[in-house]
């Protein structure tokens, strides 16, 4: 007796089981707020206008829960987004214009 096995189930698992041990894998790997702003214009809440973006972080594009301000081109970053990325790198430029920023200062203080 011949008996024709398929194995299309079988190979369906296999692949399912390894795409999703590689999303394991990579997902810790993404930058969630890199991909919110990857991903902020094909959003389709056109609401925001620009001068609300200007309240808003540019690193998580939210508002800033302690603002800072980049020094010399005063825009404003949530302190911790601001203060990481200065510190990882010390010729760190705004994202807003690409100016280096040089020091950061709170928001409203002189």
């Not at 702003?37 to 540019?58: I, R, T, V, W, Y």
Request: hydrophobic residues 35%; contains cysteine.
């Amino acid at each position: 007796m011949n008996r024709a096995v398929s194995f299309e189930y079988m190979n369906r698992q296999l692949v399912w089981n390894e795409f999703s041990e590689m999303l394991l894998l990579l997902l810790p790997l993404l930058n969630s707020s890199s991909v919110k702003k990857f991903l902020l214009p094909f959003s389709k809440d056109k609401s925001a206008s620009s001068s609300g973006d200007e309240a808003n972080c540019p690193i998580c594009v939210s508002s800033p829960s302690i603002p800072f301000v980049a020094l010399p081109c005063q825009h404003r970053y949530c302190y911790y987004c601001l203060r990481t990325r200065s510190a990882a790198t010390s010729s760190y430029r705004c994202e807003r214009c690409n100016e280096v920023v040089v020091a950061i200062q709170r928001h409203g203080s002189s």
